[in-house]
């Protein structure tokens, strides 16, 4: 069991160019959360998906982000027209069915120039 | 609004002491309380859990204490070791919304020898 697989860990962008961020989650987990962390902010909810529907995504800043679930084994997460204040880690969690116990993977971090 | 309430920000305590980490939430529908520790350069991970049906929960030398009725709990470190220094992050969740993980600021414990 690797456990939650996020690739890249480092991603550097311009301010105005998008960027995608790619999270595999453990085998037979279901349900697949986005969190993004700063300094200031902490750890903030993005969006969540089970059995690869979105179920909610009301963490998410609505114009430049965007979360898709293609099959059971992966998710993205792309930000278009990066800007500065999106500098952050970008951490992916995964558990399995009606579990608890979320399992972060080791996070992109994306820096805006 | 901040949901979770973390304090102090940051604690620092001498080898062999009892560190005190206090949480606090607004929404009393919320349903289940884990403890996440992050450690420098790694994600976060489960340290110990709480329902509100209990008061109390060890395990080893980590406990919290839940008062439902004020909304506030805490995470009790006795004999604490160098090993335990991380970020110490409550967090919440309610059934009705899937287990969505709702984060405090995190609290940073540093212990000395």
């Known amino acids: 069991n690797a456990g939650v697989i996020q690739t890249p860990r480092h991603k550097v962008t311009g301010k105005g160019q998008e960027a995608t961020l790619w999270c595999e989650p453990i085998s037979g987990h279901s349900a697949v959360f986005w969190y993004r962390q700063t300094i200031v902010q902490g750890l903030e909810f993005l969006t969540y998906?089970?059995?690869?529907?979105?179920?909610?995504d009301s963490g998410m800043p609505k114009e430049r982000f965007s979360a898709q679930m293609p099959n059971q084994s992966h998710s993205t997460l792309k930000i278009q027209s990066t800007q500065p204040q999106d500098s952050a880690v970008y951490l992916c969690?995964?558990?399995?069915?009606?579990?608890?116990?979320?399992?972060f993977g080791s996070g992109t971090r994306l820096t805006v120039l | 609004q901040q949901q979770v309430r973390q304090s102090p920000q940051s604690l620092t305590v001498w080898e062999g002491e009892t560190a005190i980490l206090n949480c606090s939430y607004e929404d009393s529908t919320f349903d289940y309380f884990p403890w996440y520790w992050q450690f420098p350069r790694e994600s976060p991970a489960l340290l110990i859990a709480i329902r509100p049906v209990s008061n109390k929960k060890e395990d080893g030398r980590f406990t919290i204490f839940f008062n439902k009725r004020e909304k506030k709990l805490s995470l009790h470190i006795t004999d604490s070791q160098p090993g335990d220094s991380a970020t110490y992050f409550c967090a919440a969740s309610r059934a009705s919304s899937g287990q969505k993980l709702v984060f405090g600021q995190g609290t940073i414990l540093k212990v000395y020898l």
């Open positions: 998906f089970r059995n690869q529907a979105p179920i909610d």
């Open positions: 969690a995964s558990r399995q069915p009606s579990a608890e116990t979320l399992y």
